[in-house]
């Protein structure tokens, strides 16, 4: 079969296209022909050589990816050959075939494009994992979304408005449009307005219960000031850098908390829970089209470098996927 490969850690060139060997389904296991697969900022940074999949992990990149099930391994009833699925994967997505555990594979959703459907099972699991689950966002309440107009960004916006929150965002003002037809209420241009100020005036200088936050260190003040009394800061990522000061006296007062999640590393069991909470809270809304997958760019999976240029680049509004 053919996979991307990382030929040494760098720019998107070193991402190749070779022929390597066949992955095969072991106890447990379904091995989806692949049709597409999502890109995340993760996998710029494993290409970068900051990012090392876990122990036992493909060393091919690619969190997530849609397709068909080509086998299944011993003990998986769940699952049959020709199934349409999507699934959560630790890595290898970038592949034309990719062996995944059977408990972090998904249906694609009733009236989801297959190649679409690729787009989903990151962004659903991190955005419920710590918006709903960590963070605890409850109807009536509020949210800012950092990044909204990307991947998770689009998805925690849907998902935030349906389960009845009012939704702020950071993003380009030229994707406002589309956020607000997702269910955002107020779009903050990061690039010229001060988040902290718009918030506090958008509130009656009361903040946000909950921040989605995909900046870390560059925002970590700011965020603070901007959660109300009681607020919670969930931090996915850290594309503003990964040390900062934190005032505690600041976080004391406003009785907050942080969290900080990832998917890729927490244990199988983990993962699985989170998968059967997608698949039991989410999948519902997207099968309702309530929630739908937002795709900027399908970029043939032997361009990948192209791809990660395209992400590196920044300004497009939802995923970019990588298709066979």
């Not at 916006?157 to 965002?169: D, N």
Request: charged residues 20%; negative net charge.
């Amino acid at each position: 079969m053919y996979a991307v490969e990382i030929s040494e850690p760098g720019g998107p060139q070193v991402l190749r296209w070779r022929e390597t060997p066949e992955v095969v389904p072991g106890p447990g296991e379904v091995l989806i022909e692949v049709a597409a697969a999502g890109v995340n900022r993760a996998d710029l940074l494993q290409r970068q050589g900051h990012y090392p999949p876990p122990a036992g992990a493909s060393e091919v990149p690619g969190l997530e990816c849609s397709g068909t099930v080509a086998a299944v391994g011993e003990d998986v009833t769940a699952w049959q050959v020709g199934d349409r699925v999507c699934a959560l994967l630790s890595g290898g997505g970038y592949a034309e075939r990719v062996v995944v555990d059977a408990g972090l594979v998904l249906p694609v959703p009733t009236g989801v494009d297959l190649v679409d459907a690729a787009g989903l099972p990151e962004a659903a699991a991190t955005v419920w994992s710590n918006v709903f689950d960590i963070a605890e966002l409850d109807k009536g309440q509020s949210i800012l979304v950092h990044g909204g107009a990307g991947g998770i960004g689009t998805v925690a916006i849907q998902l935030a408005t349906v389960f009845g929150a009012r939704v702020l965002t950071t993003a380009r003002a030229d994707h406002a449009d589309a956020l607000r037809r997702l269910g955002a209420e107020l779009i903050i241009d990061y690039r010229d307005e001060d988040f902290v100020a718009v918030v506090a005036d958008h509130t009656d200088n009361r903040g946000v219960d909950v921040i989605l936050d995909n900046m870390g260190a560059s925002y970590l003040e700011r965020n603070i000031k901007t959660l109300a009394f009681g607020g919670r800061l969930a931090v996915i990522g850290m594309q503003g850098g990964r040390s900062a000061t934190l005032n505690l006296g600041a976080l004391l007062v406003k009785r907050g908390r942080i969290s900080a999640a990832g998917l890729r590393a927490r244990p199988l069991i983990d993962r699985i829970r989170i998968i059967d909470a997608v698949a039991r809270e989410v999948w519902p809304l997207v099968a309702r089209q309530l929630v739908k997958p937002v795709v900027a760019q399908r970029i043939p999976l032997s361009e990948a470098p192209a791809a990660h240029e395209a992400m590196e680049a920044g300004g497009h509004l939802g995923k970019i996927l990588l298709t066979r």
